[in-house]
């Protein structure tokens, strides 16, 4: 406070940015990139010593890259994140691999995978039924399986697909998402791509952000390394993040935004690399094989990626969280036993090298994606909205459509970006 007690408003600075980023995702990338291009000064705050938040290649365990994070572009035709594929002019290649279903090792009969279908249609049917009634309900109790092959089916709904349980899924959040063909990879990892498309992006890395305070006339933003200032400031971080509390704002989030970032917590996923000494597995490359194991826990795989010796596991929901709660090796062992079921134990004595992903113990991540509760699918609108009118909210977890996903990050990287700008142009008050 001034000696005449009124609160110490510093002078703007020549050198403070006119829009402040905090986090160096794909969605803060995306509006820097584009406050960049319309003529404006940025500063991305990252605490992470690299960019593309939960996009990253790691290209040097295994020889070939191995995407920890985001992996796919699903419904390209109109997928948001197609323009990064432009962009950066990346090779994004069609991925059209069938897929194998098993339970207990055994592959589905002729009669068992045409129930199967049935089965999701009815499922699809259901769900849809269900919103035509009501607002939004749990996707639970509509999908309570009575035997193995719809236990596999409804796992394909939530965990698997969602990486939640049905019982936590909203009916409404999840038919809010496009269609998965045709789905895209990207030759180099999409990390990579994301990485050398955000490249030119001003990052201060190290910088954890523990307080945001707009209630002077610049936005002042407290990191681990430092203070800074800028005139406008966009907020990405993952909701689970936010709901940590570590970040503290002045003036305060409304209750409204509090509880839009309570009932859309993060998302359990995980992935596990098995690179094999020799080829054990007798599949055709790059097949998408899922299944339930023996003691019915559901796991999904691409066998034979890119025709390399290996696979690659995915686990998701409460079993994907107890996994990482046990550690790295329950999770490869998860992963192996689940394949030996099918392709015979020879492969336990050939793995060579092997990653699990554990998205819910990274700090800044603590989770894989938002999902909404049921009966909370709006929350994304309220947590777009911006926050003592400097303050701009970005992030998957604000898209109405394409949140969990890159395309909405990207989607919401260009909106706050507008955002920012119509604040910058308007008379400061
Ligand atoms: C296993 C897995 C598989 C996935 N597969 C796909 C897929 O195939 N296709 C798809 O479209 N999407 C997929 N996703 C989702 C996709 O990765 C995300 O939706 C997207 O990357 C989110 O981008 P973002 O910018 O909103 O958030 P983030 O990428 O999380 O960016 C936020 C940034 O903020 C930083 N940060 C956190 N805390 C702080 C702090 N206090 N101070 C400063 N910086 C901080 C983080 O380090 C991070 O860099 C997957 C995610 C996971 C985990």
Known sequence: ????????????????????????GVAGLTAARALMA????VQVIEARERIGGRAFTDSTTFGFPFDHGAQWIEAGKINPAMAIVREAAAKAMLDRSEQALYVAGKEL?????????????????????ALKKQPDVAVGPLLVPQDPLERLAYAMVGPLEQGVENG?????????????????????????????????VPVKFGARVVRVDSTGAQVTIETTAGQMRARTAIVTLPTGV????????????????REAIAQLPMASFNKVMLLFSRRVIDAPAGRNVTGLTGKELAFDTIVRPAGREAALVFVGGNHARALEEEGSRAAVTFAVSALAEIYGNDLRGAVAKSHATQWGKDPFATGSWSVARPGHADKRAVLAQPHHDRVFFAGEATDPVWATRVGGAYASGLRAAKEALAALAAPRR
């Open 242 to 257: 936010l709901a940590t509390g570590k970040i503290g704002f002045a003036p305060q989030l409304s209750a409204a935004r």
């Open 38 to 41: 319309a003529g404006k000064s």
């Open 168 to 200: 936590d899924l909203s009916a409404r959040d999840f038919t809010r998402q496009p269609e998965a063909e045709p789905q895209y990879a990207i030759a180099e990892g999409m990390g990579a791509m994301i990485a050398r498309w955000g490249a030119k």
């Open 1 to 24: 406070m001034s000696p005449l007690g009124l609160a110490f408003v510093p002078p703007a600075q020549a050198a403070d940015p006119d829009v402040a980023i905090i986090g160096a």
């Open 109 to 129: 009969s002729k009669e068992d995978y045409e129930r199967f279908e049935k089965i999701a249609h009815a499922a699809t049917r259901r769900i849809a039924e």
